[in-house]
């Protein structure tokens, strides 16, 4: 990445306190974990929704369904790409009735949750649905806004936003900012 500058905008400490923050603040809008289902957009959405409900199940106990929902046919952008490749859609309870938490990693335009929302709905109604991200940079093409924000980074419309997970086999947790193009 000749020319472009990167910064750590979240370490692993600040990430893992985002992370409890949204699994409080999603305790305290719905009075408690009763009728959750945390929901990952793939990748690494449902590595953040696990470590959101194992969060929550720190603080509450019991058991909180968590899953994956793939999104590729549901995208506007399906055509462009040249080989799409479907994802692992794991929904783990029956979706209808519950409180869905879609959890991704980066919210820019919109696009993505849209394509979730579709997805999602194809799988039953469920009563509400909420979104979490861990990073919101801006941008919104369509008008989609976040219930819970681990933080909320301004950005060029040509930086790029990389979230690191263990889990995914990166060296260490963190958010890096890659800055567009530098003249």
């Known amino acids: 990445m000749k020319g472009r500058r990167r910064k750590v905008i979240l370490d692993q400490v600040e990430m893992d306190r985002s992370i409890r923050r949204i699994a409080f603040e999603i305790l305290e809008k719905n009075k408690g974990p009763e009728n959750l289902l945390i929901v990952g957009i793939p990748l690494p959405g ?4 696990r470590r959101i409900r194992d969060q929550i199940r720190s603080v509450e106990g019991g058991e909180i369904p968590a899953g994956s929902l793939d999104i590729t046919f549901y995208r506007d952008d399906i055509n462009h790409r040249p080989h799409p490749t479907p994802k692992l859609t794991d ?7 519950k409180t ?3 959890v991704d990693d980066v919210l820019f335009t919109g696009r993505t949750i849209r394509a979730a929302l579709d997805a999602l709905m194809d799988h039953g109604r469920p009563s509400r649905v909420q979104l979490a991200v861990l990073v919101d940079r801006g941008h919104r093409e369509i008008p989609i806004r976040p219930d819970y924000v681990g933080r909320n980074i301004p950005t060029g ?6 979230v690191l997970l263990k889990e995914l086999g990166d060296e260490r947790d963190e958010v890096v900012l890659v800055e567009g193009e530098i003249a």
């Open 46 to 49: 449902p590595v953040l929704a």
């Open 91 to 97: 929904l783990p309870v029956d979706i209808s009735g």
């Open 100 to 102: 869905v938490i879609l």
């Open 157 to 162: 419309v040509n930086d790029q936003i990389q």
